[in-house]
């Protein structure tokens, strides 16, 4: 029966199918290591940006500590130095 001229073209139609099936199969798994790499890759980036958000939280603690200090020393000049009581004349 594998002999027969009918069997020839039905026997390359399957080695055409499954050839094709296997280029589909690489390439879907090329597209899930493609996925996969992205997934880290995001995940990486979020672990960063979350990082330089602390560090951007920390910077707007100091500055806003360091203006609240400007702010005194600003009142401190405005009120003017200490001024001294007159020595007593007695």
Known sequence: MADEPTDEPIEALLRQGADRERRLLRRER??????????????????????????????????????EFLRRRQADRATGPPVAAAPDAS
């Open 30 to 67: 090329r597209a899930e290591q493609d996925v996969a790499a992205l997934r880290a890759k995001l995940g990486d980036d979020e672990a960063r940006l979350e990082r330089a958000r602390r560090r951007a939280e920390r910077c707007r603690t100091e500055v806003t500590k360091a203006e």
